[in-house]
């Protein structure tokens, strides 16, 4: 067996089960999840139409690099929603069976495991990161996102030595689970320092799409990129998904963009691991791609989510809203009820609503967990079942401390 499986840690769900096990929440409330960030909103209708009429196209294996048409219908999104003037969809962009499977899959094809590897990563984290690392034969170092740091990383704080030493930094603007966002001078500065130290940048940007202000998107590396006149994406590369965008997590369908020298690489690796999207999940993809009125109205309801969940919880646990993506990072120490994992628990057990404890999205780094005595709240429900979630946390909140 491959002995770096055993430097595996337990999934953050596993380690929620853990903590829920032997509690019976009362029956008569009906459970609300608010722990995983699976969307709920109904997936596009004229995707789920595409996706039926083409069911004939299973007879032919896809190539794993994908139809010319659906390279196309990406490079074009790419250059609407980032305003690139061009994206090369035959070199530079590359489909995936979703992001998670990407994510993964790239550090074991870019990790050189002979000179002692090292991989940056974001801390609290996507623990995707942390696995393709630890099997791709290389060591982490953890960036702290705390709110003294605006709960992003730090670039500025890395020694040069560190920086000597990565091979491959993973990003995640708009963060998971914290929301925060890297404005587009601190992406120029990363690609800087990836220019000086010689290293690759694969920024997760699959929350990008939901943001609360329609004049104001998150930016994106590619943009920033483009933004210093580099438009071959030299050592860049971006990883989005119709996942969180479309409300379409079981098509699994994103994409890989950027370097296309590090794209020739990485589908050499793909041909071999044999991860080619079907026909009908391309064609599906295409149209999703096409049309950005049903993401503007995703969009909506996670804004009246929002503010519903702040307005009903705002003077018992007050909330900061996100600048993007769909999550709440709720510092439990403000509702006066213990840890991140004693919230959890008793929430559970009395008012049967899920929650997240933050310290299973992070590792202890300089002394200190920053996920610890805060909990990830995915308003991904119905806008009912978040009014409600909203109601029982406060009433547990009020009849606990």
């Known amino acids: 067996m491959n002995t770096d499986l055993d430097k595996l840690h337990p999934y953050p769900f596993e380690r929620l089960n853990a903590l829920k096990a032997g509690i019976e929440p009362p029956a008569e409330l009906a459970h609300i999840a608010l722990s995983i960030g699976e969307p709920k909103h109904p997936p596009p209708a004229f995707v789920q139409q595409t996706l039926s009429k083409s069911l004939d196209k299973l007879s032919a294996y896809p190539l794993t690099k994908g139809t010319p048409e659906l390279r196309g219908a990406i490079g074009d999104w790419l250059c609407r929603r980032f305003g690139l003037a061009n994206v090369d969809a035959d070199t530079q962009v590359l489909p995936v069976n979703g992001t998670r ?28 990161y942390e696995g393709a690392a630890l099997l791709a034969g290389a060591r982490l170092h953890f960036l702290d996102c705390t709110a003294d740091n605006h709960l992003m990383p730090d670039f500025d704080a890395v020694p ?11 990003i995640c603007s708009p963060g998971n689970p914290t929301g925060a966002v890297l404005n587009t001078a601190t992406l120029q500065r990363l690609i800087e320092l990836a220019d000086r130290h010689d290293f690759i940048i694969a920024s997760d940007e699959c929350y990008s ?3 609360p202000d329609e004049s104001n998107p998150p930016p994106g590396l590619l943009q920033a990129s483009a933004a210093m006149g580099r438009h071959d994406y030299r050592r860049c590369v971006v990883f989005h998904s119709l996942s969180k965008r479309s409300n379409l997590p079981g098509l699994r369908s994103g994409f890989v963009a950027g370097d296309g020298d590090i794209l020739r690489a990485f589908l050499r690796y793909r041909t071999y691991h044999g991860c080619a999207m079907p026909v009908p999940t391309q064609l599906a993809s295409i149209a999703a791609w096409n049309d950005e009125q049903h993401v503007r109205e995703n969009r909506e309801l996670y804004r009246q989510k929002f503010l519903l969940f702040r307005d009903i919880l705002g003077d018992v646990l007050p909330l900061d809203l996100p600048n993007a993506g769909f999550y709440f990072w709720a510092d439990t120490r403000s509702a006066g009820i213990g840890s991140d994992e004693d919230f959890a628990r008793q929430l559970f057990a009395r008012e049967h609503v899920t929650v997240l404890p933050g310290r299973y999205l992070a590792r202890e780094s300089n002394g200190l967990n920053p996920g610890e005595n805060r909990v990830r709240m995915a308003l991904v429900a119905s806008v009912d079942e978040c009014s409600e979630a909203a109601r029982r946390i406060r009433r547990f909140i009020e009849t606990t401390r």
């Not at 499977?101 to 995707?128: G, K, M």
């Not at 040069?160 to 993973?170: F, M």
């Open 101 to 128: 499977e990407a994510l993964f899959a790239f550090a074991q094809a870019v990790i050189d495991r002979t000179a002692n590897p090292l991989v940056l990563s974001p801390n609290p984290f996507y623990q995707i």
């Open 160 to 170: 040069a030595s560190v920086w000597e030493r990565c091979q491959l930094i993973y």
């Open 209 to 211: 799409e939901i943001y």
